[in-house]
């Protein structure tokens, strides 16, 4: 598939990697709920749009309970080179970020805080490509950071943003215009 979008998570959950979609389960219904507020489902979405991951495989649940298990430096570095051939293959225009460790790929670094990367348009140079990047809260069951202030209103100035994307009018047409006003 060829598209100017790309969406990047973090890394598959325990059932993903069995039926070979990303963002198949609880952090898939809420991430879609926010795109159906641009008038996009999640058929047309995957359709249209290139979604990878960091890590290629299921990290295995964190020791301490509570969620996956953070990917090592050495598991993202082994898994990297996938999202370099997929980068020089799709050329896209448009990343989109879902969560820290997605977001860390595009700066460089782990962001200092949510709050200071979600909500705008952003360019950078990613593994030897201009983008445009947007970062998106990981849509996880267990992060309230989306549901309370400021990340409630930074998910919604995220979501107009990608919605007035050139790139995402493209790729949706009518479909996907946001109302601004």
Known sequence: MI???????QAP???EGKIGRPFAYTAGR????WLATLGVDEEKFRARVY???VLRCFPGKAAAGGGDRVPSREEIATCRAWMQAEMDLIRPKLVIA??????????GHPPDKLAGVVGDVRHARFLGHDV?????PHPSGLS????????KSLLSRALVALGSHP????????????DTS
């Open 3 to 9: 598209s100017e979008i790309y969406l990047v998570g």
């Open 13 to 15: 959950g325990p059932r």
């Open 30 to 33: 809420t991430l879609f709920a």
């Open 51 to 53: 979604m990878a991951a």
């Open 98 to 107: 879902v969560g820290r460790l997605a977001i860390a790929q595009l700066l």
């Open 132 to 136: 445009d990047w947007i970062a998106l």
């Open 144 to 151: 309230a950071w989306h549901k309370t202030e400021p990340g």
């Open 167 to 178: 790139s995402w009018s493209r790729t949706f047409g009518e479909l996907g215009r946001v």
